[in-house]
């Protein structure tokens, strides 16, 4: 409530103030972002598109745990959107493996899950078909003879 408030004064300062202050809230809050935003190019906003898209992806698939690692990737996801830099590629893959240690797959356990329980009637009756073959008998092999030898033979042969 008292967040709504604040806001709610900051943006009737800025819209409708004519004062010092006004101007140097609406130069500060409106004018900076805004001359910022104009400098970003078609690709910049592309892939900060991309980056969106990445973090939406990561918080779905890896719940709370996603979050972390999106929040512990921000600085360089930054930095990437604003100059491409080959490395963070490398961080992101390093701490999704770790991530993967730490967490483990949720999702793709679960479908795991419902995939066996999907295919285990399919395999029993497979099973049940090829228990019902007939087998043909094994003939038994001739006995070996046993050698006579009172000595034992080469040990390492």
């Known amino acids: ?11 009737g300062l800025t ?3 004519q004062g010092d202050v006004g101007a140097a809230l609406r130069r500060t809050l ?6 910022l935003l104009a400098k970003l190019s078609r690709g910049q906003i592309i892939g900060l598109m991309l980056v969106l898209v990445l973090v ?14 999106m929040s512990m990737a ?12 080959v490395t963070v590629l490398f961080d992101l893959a390093v701490l ?3 991530l993967r ?4 797959w949720r999702g793709l356990t679960q479908a795991a899950t419902v995939l066996r329980k999907n295919t285990m009637p399919l395999i029993q ?25 009172a000595e034992p033979g080469l040990v390492f042969a």
Not at 30 to 35: E, H, N, S
Not at 130 to 145: E, K, L, N, S, V
């Open 96 to 98: 999704a493996v770790s």
């Open 30 to 35: 409106v004018q900076t972002p805004a001359r």
């Open 56 to 69: 939406t992806a990561v918080a779905v698939v890896f719940e709370a745990d996603g979050l972390r690692l």
């Open 125 to 149: 009756r497979i099973a049940a078909w090829r228990g019902r073959q007939t087998r043909r008998p094994h003939r038994p092999r001739p006995p070996r003879p046993k050698a006579d030898d």
């Open 15 to 17: 819209m409708f103030d």
């Open 101 to 104: 240690a730490i967490a483990g």
């Open 74 to 85: 921000a600085p360089d996801l930054i930095a990437w959107v604003l100059m491409f830099d």
């Open 1 to 11: 409530m008292l967040l709504f408030m604040v806001l709610t004064m900051v943006f």
